[in-house]
């Protein structure tokens, strides 16, 4: 076994480093999870021009869709340095799926039309895939989708959808043929946001922040057009991801990150003479932790050197999926802890210490174990998957 980087991969890892230290000023860090608020919808789309004009935004994309045709290493390698710096980064939906898909499933036009928007940080695409009944069942979804001349019309409605306040365009499954076996008669389409009859409505999650949305479509008319793909084939063309690393690394990076900055600032702080280590459990589970976030990192770099011997990981992308997930809601637990009564303080507050970054996390990472197929059905998969065990 070895871990060691190539010294062509070292120095792309050098170039990533020094583009993040010439065009990510710490003020513009931005936060794990999705885009909260204006202000930061703007530094992330000003990274993320910085980012196009480098050709970094797809890196996993062919060159000749303006992708920079990384190798899975490099891709770990970006992902890590970048989580590692929080790089803002917006527009996932596009780059990792939507892009992709088009890239194998989309007719000529569609790629024209709409690969670029994406590399060139213009259009950023939210993913309409849930509804209040349908999740991890995602199969049992209910919009529909029904053929009228030259359009299709849509009505129903998707939930959870990340960004789609943000989003012009929405990539989304809709049933097509109700009579079908369920996973049969699902179509992928493309929805202009600004189209007739589509209603957005912002949730608030568990931390009063805007996240996800709930989306409302009353006879919606979409193109013919935007169909991608067969119709009914959708459920296989939703699945498409080109060869993109699949390894979680940036939940490694964001935690080595976070568990540093509170190292540091239990190491520092004084209360009433004493030191906040003082209470021997501190070092125990601050050394727990630092384990728990070493394992994590191993097991994304097997994900990515599975995949990069030309592998297709499954369980084992499962299990640092789960894993990543769990150790940061044990490290918002951790952090909030340790800054005893200041654990209890949100970022707004002029007493927050770390800017507040553990309360919120406490409250953020709660969705990080459900978004992407929760720990249960993670647990499905290596059970199945990884133990062999029948279906339960
Ligand atoms: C932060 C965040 C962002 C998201 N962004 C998007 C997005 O952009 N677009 C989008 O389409 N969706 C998005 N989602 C939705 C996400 O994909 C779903 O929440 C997820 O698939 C779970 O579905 P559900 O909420 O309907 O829960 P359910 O599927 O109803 O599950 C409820 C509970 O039952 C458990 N359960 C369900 N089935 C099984 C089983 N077979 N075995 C054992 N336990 C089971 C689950 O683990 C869970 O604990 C997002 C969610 C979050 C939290």
């Known amino acids: 076994m070895d871990f060691r980087f190539s010294e062509g991969e070292e120095g792309f890892r050098r170039e990533v480093r020094e583009f993040l230290d010439a065009e990510l000023a710490p003020e513009d860090e931005g936060e794990p999870f999705d885009i909260r608020t204006e202000e930061k919808l703007h530094t992330a789309n000003r990274f993320m021009k910085k980012l196009a004009g480098r050709g970094w935004i797809a890196m996993h994309w062919p060159k000749e869709y303006g992708g920079y045709g990384a190798s899975v290493m490099e891709q770990l390698i970006y992902n890590e340095e970048m989580a590692y710096r929080r790089a803002p980064l917006v527009n996932q939906s596009g780059t990792n799926m939507v892009g992709p898909t088009l890239i194998v499933y989309g007719s000529e036009e569609q790629k024209t039309r709409h690969l670029p928007g994406i590399t060139n940080a213009e259009v950023i695409w939210s993913q ?63 929805l202009d946001m ?11 999650n568990v931390a009063g922040q805007k996240g996800f949305n709930e989306v409302f479509f009353e006879n919606v008319r979409v193109p013919a057009e935007n169909l991608v793909g067969e119709e009914n084939r959708g459920w296989y063309i939703g ?7 699949r390894s979680n690394v940036s939940g490694a990076a964001t935690a080595r990150r976070d568990l540093e900055e509170l190292v540091a600032y239990a190491a520092a702080e004084r209360r009433d003479g004493g030191s906040l280590l003082d209470a021997p459990q501190a070092r125990h589970q601050l050394a727990e932790m630092a384990i ?16 990069d011997k030309g592998g297709i990981p499954n369980h084992e992308a499962s299990m640092a999926k789960l894993f990543h997930s769990e150790v940061a809601q044990r490290l918002a637990n951790l952090g909030a802890r340790l800054l005893r009564l ?47 065990l029948p279906r339960g």
């Open 194 to 204: 600004e189209s007739p009859g589509v209603e957005v409505r912002p949730l608030l």
């Open 239 to 245: 699945a498409t991801l080109l060869d993109f690393e």
């Open 128 to 190: 309409g895939y849930s509804e209040p009944q349908s999740g991890s069942d995602l199969a049992s979804l209910q919009t529909r989708a029904v053929r009228d001349g030259d359009d299709y019309v849509i009505n129903g409605q998707k939930i959870w959808t990340s960004n789609a306040h943000h989003s012009q365009w929405m990539f989304l499954l809709a049933r097509t043929d109700p009579e079908a076996p369920k996973h049969k008669g699902i179509s992928f389409f493309l």
């Open 292 to 307: 728990e976030i070493e394992v994590g990192r191993g097991m994304s770099y097997r994900v990515a050197s599975i995949q």
């Open 342 to 388: 200041h654990g209890g303080l949100r970022e707004e507050s002029k007493h927050a210490r770390l800017a507040g970054k553990f309360t919120m996390e406490y409250m953020n990472t709660l969705g990080a174990a459900i978004a992407g197929g929760t720990s249960e059905i993670q647990r499905n998969v290596m059970a199945t998957r990884g133990l062999g």
